[in-house]
């Protein structure tokens, strides 16, 4: 009962946001000046005043601005996100061809940053004045506070350039041929410095709070009594405390979800990940409104599902969320 | 002495290198891939309805044209074994190789050169390419004869390189529209001597050596391989670690001047002549202050050129005083090129009716359309401040609210970048002809007018004798260059990169929007 009705309203609250965001997003891109008549002109090296006024009348953007919003939400709600002036594709090919990317990335760099997070978290709570310690925090404020497209950069000219550990960009190497495992471990090669780019924002934030709950939960009385019946050391902080200390953090991990995916952005660019962010970034210079509302919609729609899995996730481990008896 | 001796031998042993190199450059190795980079996602790969840069390169791998043009900007055959000109120029005859085909085996036939003039011509962004054209005659299956309403000779460059393609008319004669027919970017069955593998959006395009090219024993590449890589820090890793093999359009000086040092690269701005890139500051003529040809001379002997070049550029880009690129062979370099001096910037002024009132004589603002002009645009309003113009720098969000700006000539100066596109008829007459006023950006935004000027260019369009048309160019640059619609600075530093295993890099007048069926790896 409590999962299906938080499903539902769930839901219900994504349809509404959804229509939020497209009106919104459509009407934001309206007022601006200039269309993507003027960015195609621009991609061919300028265009004649017939061509421009063509590609306008075939787009439907010599429209008035009501008629356009409508024909669209109409076409989005029979689930046809439209068709992108800018690269002559339909929308929903043009996205679901990169969001398998997108996903891959977001999803490598939020385990890997929630997995390193809680570790060095859990080893600094245990020794909170240790080297150990202060070794965690500063590479946790390191993280955090370096723009990705500079951690990027730093990353490439260290492990690609100085040692030719990993490539530079893309997401594989087209020239190799071989098995499933090959093409495995070369989109893993070409998948580990933006992961770790990426991962480095949140590996702080995740590590800072497990650390707080950690100490927290250490500190309180059922840890004592294991302790006192003779647990290991071990055994109290992973068998019985980490359980509690973590449900802060995933909730936080859940949140945080969106601003990974912007995040993308940022290192998808740098790294020429062919994901959603690069796709995002372009559709947003070259005005191609359809792109870029196709865009927003799935990024809605993976925010959502991400905080519903945030909610299942948290039921799992601490059954008191949810309010079931 | 012993360094002077040491240097001898050096010098030796490198003629030595070099005559070796010489020869080994005579036999070029067939086979390899060749990795090479494009700085933006691909649109559409076929340059029929497609112009730009980013298409020009795919595209001319993937379709032929009936020309080809070497360094020299002399026309050579390709798949127009041999053409003629008839006496009036009304006329062209082309004579197509017999054995050619698409990348399904079709033949390629005369109906196909026809009906590839018409596309174009319907659905080309530039119209003036093949406006005059009335016609294609096809008289037997190898021979298509084009019928011209006057002489026009810019029809010899629109023919060539990027500008013209050959396409299929059993595949893109279904009736479907051909700017936006699905074969554009999927499946596309071309006449050049690559076919397409695969093309990923935002990730690479990869063609292979189509084996019945019409050219026997070419390409000498089996693959080549495109990738998108948009950040330019990250290309300029790619070239330093080896992981991309050749690139072009680099234009950022800090990454071009970093990557000249590195050893097993060579860095150059051969290649763009019929691209024709070039920067400019553009001037409202309309407006204000700026209706005064003194008032727009005194700003070009403020603004210091040497310090774009030098301090800006940092020595990438060549100094150029017209709106003709200086490698084309129109190029007059005998105008006025107004070398700072502000003393008469200030008396400039003076006599135009511009007095210093306070702190200084009137006001402008500047625009400029993407973020990498900015420090340009900065500077002029440093440099003008000096003679008392007092610049305001307005930002556009993003390209698209500047062109608006733009081609609606909404503004006073902006800093602008325009090609050349081969021929003056296709790239140079839009910024300055009077019937092409506020006609959308890089239509002619300065409103600029002058009976002698559109005469000298409706002259050059239909001059067939090669003296006279530069003679009628030189006049047209000088008067540009003394009336000042825009007042040229510099090309644009576009650079092809390439490392030491590149054999024959593509360095002609269309640099690599050009077959590469001539390049090779060297092992």
Not at chain 1, 33 to 59: C, F, H, K, N, W
Not at chain 1, 225 to 247: D, F, P
Not at chain 2, 164 to 177: S, T, W
Not at chain 2, 315 to 343: C, K, M, Q, R, W
């Amino acid at each position: 009962m409590g999962i299906l009705r938080t499903i539902l309203l769930r839901v219900v609250y994504a349809i509404l946001l959804l229509v939020a965001v497209l009106v919104l997003n459509f009407s934001l891109m309206h007022l601006a000046p200039g269309d993507v008549a003027d960015t195609i002109s621009q991609s061919m090296g300028g265009a004649d005043q017939e061509i421009l006024d063509e590609i306008r009348v075939s787009y439907g953007l010599d429209q008035p601005f009501i008629v356009q919003l409508g024909r669209y939400i109409a076409n989005v709600a029979q689930f046809d996100l439209g068709y992108s002036f800018f690269y002559n594709q339909p929308v929903t090919k043009l996205i679901l061809e990169r969001l398998p990317a997108t996903l891959l990335l977001v999803i490598a760099a939020q385990i890997a940053a929630l997995f390193i997070g809680v570790v060095l978290g859990v080893i600094s709570a245990r020794k909170p004045n240790g080297l150990s310690n202060y070794v965690v925090t500063f590479l946790a404020l390191f993280g955090y506070s370096a723009p990705v497209f500079w951690t990027g950069i730093l990353l490439l000219i260290t492990f690609s350039l100085n040692v030719h550990w990993f490539p530079v960009a893309g997401m594989r190497d087209v020239t190799i041929e071989g098995g499933f495992w090959v093409h495995f471990i070369d989109v893993a090669r070409h998948l580990f410095l933006p992961a770790v780019t990426l991962g480095s924002i949140f590996l702080a934030l995740y590590s800072r709070l497990s650390r707080a709950s950690m100490m927290e939960v250490l500190g309180s009385d059922y840890v004592r009594t294991a302790k006192a019946k003779g647990l290991t050391s071990n055994q109290v902080v992973y068998k019985h405390a980490l359980k509690n200390a973590l449900s802060p953090v995933i909730t936080l991990a859940g949140l945080q979800f969106s601003a990974v995916l912007s995040g993308a952005v940022l290192v998808e660019a740098v790294f020429s990940w062919p994901g959603l962010g690069t796709l995002a970034f372009q559709s947003i210079i070259a005005r191609d409104t359809p792109t870029i509302l196709g865009i927003l919609f799935f990024s809605a729609l993976v925010v959502i599902i991400g905080n519903l899995l945030t909610d299942l996730a948290l039921r799992l481990v601490d059954p008191r969320v949810g309010g079931q008896k | 002495m012993k360094h002077i001796l040491k240097g001898i031998v050096t010098a030796t042993a490198a003629a030595a290198v070099l005559a070796t190199g010489a020869i080994a450059e005579d036999s070029p190795r067939k086979g390899g891939t060749l990795i090479t980079v494009i700085a933006t996602n691909v649109r559409n790969l076929n340059p029929a309805v497609q112009s730009g840069i980013v298409t020009g390169y795919p595209g001319a791998q993937l379709f032929a044209a009936p020309l080809r043009y070497d360094e020299d900007w002399t026309p050579q055959p390709y798949l127009a074994k041999s053409w003629d000109v008839s006496e009036d120029g009304l006329t062209v005859t082309l004579n197509l190789v017999e054995n050619a085909v698409f990348h399904d085996g079709v033949p390629i036939t005369s109906e196909d050169v026809a009906f590839s003039v018409e596309t174009i011509k319907a659905h080309h962004p530039f119209k003036s390419m093949f406006a005059p054209v009335t016609s294609v005659d096809t008289p037997d299956e190898h021979t298509a004869v084009l019928n011209l309403s006057k002489p026009h000779p810019a029809l010899m460059l629109a023919m060539s390189g990027q500008l013209m393609a050959i396409i299929p008319k059993h595949i893109y004669g279904d009736g479907q529209n051909p700017k936006t027919h699905p074969r554009n970017t999927e499946n596309v069955v071309g006449s050049g001597p690559f076919k397409l593998v695969e093309y990923k959006s935002g990730e690479h395009v990869i063609l292979e050596r189509f084996d019945d090219f019409f050219i026997e024993g070419r390409p000498y590449l089996d693959k080549i391989v495109m990738r998108i890589i948009t950040d330019p820090a990250a290309r300029a890793i790619a070239y330093e670690n080896g992981e991309i093999h050749m690139g072009a359009f680099e234009s950022l000086p800090r990454i071009i001047n970093r990557l000249k040092k590195v050893d097993n690269l060579t860095v150059t701005d051969e290649g763009y002549g019929g691209i024709g890139p070039l920067d400019w500051l553009a001037m409202n003529t309309t407006k204000g202050p700026l209706k005064d040809v003194r008032v727009r001379k005194a700003i070009a002997y403020a603004v210091d050129k040497n310090f774009i070049h030098k301090a800006l550029m940092e020595g990438t880009a060549s100094n150029s005083l017209t709106g003709i690129h200086p490698d084309s062979p129109f190029y007059n370099a005998n105008v006025e090129g107004y070398d700072l001096d502000l003393d008469k910037s200030r008396a400039l002024l003076d006599e135009a009716g511009f007095p210093m009132k306070g702190d200084s004589r009137f006001n402008l603002t500047i625009d400029f359309g993407w973020p990498g002009v900015k420090p340009q645009v900065e500077y002029v309003k440093a440099a003008l401040k000096k003679v008392g113009i007092a610049v305001e720098v307005r930002a556009s969000a993003d390209f698209p609210t500047w062109a608006a700006r733009m081609g609606e000539m909404d503004y006073d100066m902006s800093w602008d970048t325009v090609f050349n596109w081969g021929d003056p008829v296709i790239g140079v007459h839009r910024t300055y002809s009077s019937s092409n006023i506020a006609k959308g950006v890089w239509s002619n935004t300065q409103g600029y007018a002058n009976a002698r000027v559109d005469e000298l260019m409706e002259m050059a369009a239909v001059e067939t004798d090669p003296a006279k048309r530069t003679a009628l160019y030189a006049e047209f640059q000088e008067i540009i260059a003394d009336e000042l619609p825009v007042y040229h600075t510099n090309t644009l530093p576009y650079h092809t990169v390439y490392n030491d295993n590149v054999g024959n890099p593509p360095l002609g007048i269309w640099g690599t929007s050009t077959p590469i069926d001539m390049t090779y790896l060297k092992n």
